[in-house]
């Protein structure tokens, strides 16, 4: 319900937030559709969680996306998860369907559409992940069920141990673990097709490390998807071109993360083209 020709508002909310890029991405859609809807940044402070979903009901938000440090902490506020959100432990997609509030996860799908996208088809591929935080949580999630056989390594090897064990059941055969050791990873990279960085390293201001083990060579026949967005050319792309070896870059996911979260939210097709120039200026203007 909602009043005749009036605004309909969408946003994000996390802490911070000011260095978004997807009211840029979102805004330029909705324009481009002729919708009269806004998104706004909500910057909330994580004792006030609670208080801010409650408000997506109170304000009649069509929903919000959802960002670092809260996409578990929403979760008891939501009138219902979504198997997948539930899988991977974290909403980054709040929907308000009257009055109820959804939780989603759109960042396993945004991962498979980008990766697709780039040429990538992962059902059969052996791939290896990087990272065991939020963002690898959903990469491997997309990678099982999509039928890919997923290897693991992470710097903090406890971490790994516990995302592998969340995933168990996902795929037909649960991610395998490689320790965090340039033998090891070099072992497994002469095998896998597929090399995700799902960690920060790489990422503005320290952006000449690379988040293998020192001594790596990256083998040509690999394709390489760095999820870090900042700079868009990170140190391990620059080594996978080097290397003769497939670099992709981690706006896909961004983009299509949004775009996935714009056609719940609208029920329209996502305007890729626009959403994705729009990411693309912001990106060089920040
Ligand atoms: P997100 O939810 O964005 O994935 P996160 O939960 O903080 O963020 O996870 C960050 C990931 O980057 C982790 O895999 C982390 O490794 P640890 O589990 O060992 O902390 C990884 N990471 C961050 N800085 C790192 C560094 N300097 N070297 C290696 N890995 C790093």
């Not at 859609?29 to 997506?56: K, Q, S």
């Not at 991977?88 to 996860?105: F, K, Q, S």
Request: contains cysteine.
């Amino acid at each position: 319900m909602s009043e005749q020709g009036a605004p309909t508002y969408v946003g994000l909310i996390g802490w911070p937030v000011a260095h978004s890029r997807s009211p840029a991405m979102h805004n330029a859609a909705f324009r481009a559709l002729g919708l009269n809807w806004h998104y706004l940044l909500l910057p909330v402070v994580p004792e006030d969680v609670g208080d801010a979903v409650r408000g997506i009901r109170a304000l009649r938000f069509a929903g919000c996306n959802v960002t670092v440090p809260h996409k578990q902490a929403v979760v008891p506020f939501l009138d219902e998860v979504s198997p997948t959100a539930r899988a991977i432990g974290a909403v980054n997609t709040i929907l308000n369907r009257d009055g109820r509030l959804m939780g989603e996860n759109t960042d396993a799908e945004g991962f498979l559409r980008a990766l697709r996208e780039a040429g990538f088809e992962p059902r059969g591929q052996q791939a290896l992940v990087i990272g065991a935080g939020g963002a690898a949580r959903a990469v491997v999630y997309a990678l099982l069920r999509a039928g890919a056989n997923v290897w693991l390594t992470n710097r903090t090897q406890a971490r790994a141990i516990a995302l592998a064990e969340a995933m168990q059941g996902v795929g037909h055969t649960p991610p395998r673990l490689v320790p965090f050791a340039r033998q090891a990873v070099q072992t497994t990279l002469e095998t896998v097709s597929l090399l995700v960085n799902a960690t920060s390293v790489g990422m503005v201001p320290h952006t000449e490390a690379v988040p293998l083990p020192e001594g790596v060579r990256l083998p040509a026949h690999l394709t390489v998807n760095d999820l870090v967005y900042t700079p868009r050319q990170t140190r391990l792309l620059r080594l996978t071109a080097d290397a003769g070896a497939r670099p992709v870059d981690g706006v896909g996911m961004l983009l299509h993360q949004g775009a996935a979260a714009f056609e719940q939210w609208t029920g329209h097709p996502a305007p890729l083209d626009v959403m994705r120039a729009a990411l693309e200026d912001a990106l060089r203007h920040s």
